[in-house]
């Protein structure tokens, strides 16, 4: 049996993806860094500490809140077919065949896009003198944890589905160097469709990249 060949990505796809999961990895481990020292209710490693994990988390957090919405228009106009189908949940009855795993990882994708967006909403509502404070039932807070969650949840699905469909060499694929012609930048937008491909992806667009400009102003809505 031959081994299974390495995917080309385009370099754009390599960029975008690396850069929002290198975000997502620094938040989560900042923000479980905050937790642990704050609030413990569910447990804690007692990692050491730093000065001011809140500022770093809040300067990670807004660097990812600017660069989502490219990744989310990317997944959306360029990328979609690795996004929810208009067939996808019909496949979900045939268990364990090929198209069960491909749906299966479509929808983890577009799960992390949702709760990605959950995240960010929540995340800009918080209070930086709550957790300090020991103020822990704050609704945005309680979200925000809960949407970190979903998005651990969803990041592990997806890397299993990565596994499962193409295995090592899909995964090493997003970190290769290689660069074809035909993907140089003035080539990274050809593909770029205006009208979504089904209902159900324009359904998810309108909630990712509304959610992302509600984090963007809500909190200023809130304060006025």
């Known amino acids: 049996m031959k ?27 900042t923000g479980y860094i905050i ?25 990670i957090a807004l660097t990812f809140l600017i660069l989502l919405p490219i990744f989310a228009l990317y997944c959306f106009h360029i990328g979609d077919r ?18 069960w795993w491909i749906s299966l990882q479509r929808l983890t994708n577009t799960l992390t896009l949702i709760s990605a967006t959950l995240a960010v909403i929540t995340g800009r509502m918080m209070k930086e003198d ?3 404070n020991q103020e822990l039932n704050h609704a945005w807070y309680v979200g925000h944890l809960l949407s970190w969650l979903l998005m651990i949840v969803s990041i592990a699905s997806h890397l299993l589905m990565s596994v499962k469909i193409g ?3 899909l995964l090493l694929s997003m970190f290769k160097w290689q660069v074809q012609d035909k993907d140089s930048p003035k080539h990274w937008f050809s593909k770029f469709k205006i009208k979504p491909s089904s209902t159900v992806l324009f359904l998810c667009e309108s909630f990712v990249i509304g959610g992302i400009a509600i984090a963007f102003f809500l909190p200023v809505i809130s304060q006025t």
């Open 130 to 132: 709550w957790l300090p």
């Open 82 to 99: 690795h996004l929810i189908q208009k067939q996808s949940l019909s496949h979900l009855k045939d268990i364990n065949k090929p198209m």
């Open 167 to 169: 295995g090592r060499p």
């Open 35 to 59: 937790y642990d020292r704050f609030d413990k209710r569910w447990g804690s490693l007692n990692l050491p500490t730093f000065r001011d994990p809140q500022g770093l988390h809040g300067t």
């Open 3 to 29: 081994p299974p060949i390495s995917p080309y990505q385009p370099v754009l796809l390599r960029l975008l993806h690396n850069v929002i999961g290198l975000l997502i990895f620094s938040a989560l481990i």
